[in-house]
């Protein structure tokens, strides 16, 4: 099964859903976040699911700042001088929180080198108020490789996340182009750890097709992924943000994505979320009752 190599016009099925404005919370969610000087991967990442997720009340909140120290070619988030720590920050991510009455709360970052801790006791921080302010919420960490150091990995785990997510991104042949700061070894080293130390965290992990990767590439990253440890997969299409980002080679076709949705779950995964517009945070919900 292949994806179609024609990538001049977005097809149908990669096209935003059209949301009825008598459901759009738009405004409040953004009013929120606004008022809280919060920011959000949906906006920071041009996340193309943004106004749907806004639509229902929800968000995924990105912490330590705007500015990241990778230079990944995918990424939409701004490479400058990482801001200061805003030590404020878990309070008003818990009042966010709170505020919009989620019951599942996705909580991202830019990658920090710069911080010694590569903000580990932030993350902790931030679990912590979301349990004194909104109690019951459970909590999803979508989190740097944190250098694949096991002691910031236990201060973050010491806050009990209900979901522990590391994003491998894309297959190992692609990442001195895609990810040239990262290591595919050591972020399977990440999910590996947290399973073998912390067993009742649901482990996650995702990948972007579109790259120019081929079928053996992917599912050999994706059973590599789950003997890992790994619970749950997200698979979705990449998108070029600009003509400054990596080129997208091709459109992945919603049967290619269910064909690997079926041979991953074949492999042992408890959940898999597999179709073009799937991203790590996109109905989150949905995929950690497993």
Request: charged share 30%; aromatic share 6%; with cysteine.
């Amino acid at each position: 099964m292949r994806a179609t190599k024609n990538v001049e016009r977005k097809p149908e099925w990669l096209r935003a859903k059209k949301v009825e404005r008598k459901f759009l919370n738009t405004n409040k969610v953004e009013g929120i976040i606004e008022k809280l000087s919060l920011n959000t991967v949906c906006r920071e990442a041009n996340c193309p699911n943004r106004l749907e997720c806004h639509s229902r009340g929800t968000a995924t909140f990105m912490i330590l700042g705007r500015n990241c120290t990778r230079n990944c070619t995918f990424c939409n988030v701004e490479k400058k001088i990482p801001d200061e720590v805003d030590i404020m920050e878990p309070s008003k991510v818990a009042e966010a929180i709170k505020e919009l009455g989620l019951k599942h709360a996705v909580i991202t970052s830019v990658t920090r080198d710069d911080l010694e801790d590569q903000g580990a006791e932030q993350f902790k921080n931030v679990v912590l108020e979301i349990r004194k302010k909104a109690p019951g919420v459970t909590v999803e960490l979508l989190i740097p490789d944190m250098q694949g150091r096991e002691d910031l990995l236990d201060i973050i785990m010491s806050s009990e996340p209900d979901v522990l997510n590391h994003n491998v991104e894309t297959v190992p042949e692609l990442y001195k182009r895609v990810r040239p700061m990262a290591d595919f070894e050591r972020s399977l080293s990440v999910i590996r750890y947290v399973k073998d130390k912390y067993p009742k965290a649901i482990t996650k992990s995702g990948m972007m097709l579109g790259l120019g990767e081929t079928e053996e590439q992917v599912l050999s990253a994706v059973r590599r992924i789950k003997d890992a440890g790994c619970d749950v997969l997200t698979l979705g299409q990449y998108l070029r943000p600009s003509d400054l980002h990596i080129e997208m080679e091709e459109y992945v076709t919603p049967e290619v994505f269910d064909f690997y949705k079926d041979k991953a779950m074949e492999m042992g995964f408890k959940s898999v979320a597999s179709s073009p517009l799937v991203r790590s945070s996109y109905h989150a919900e949905e995929y950690i009752h497993v």
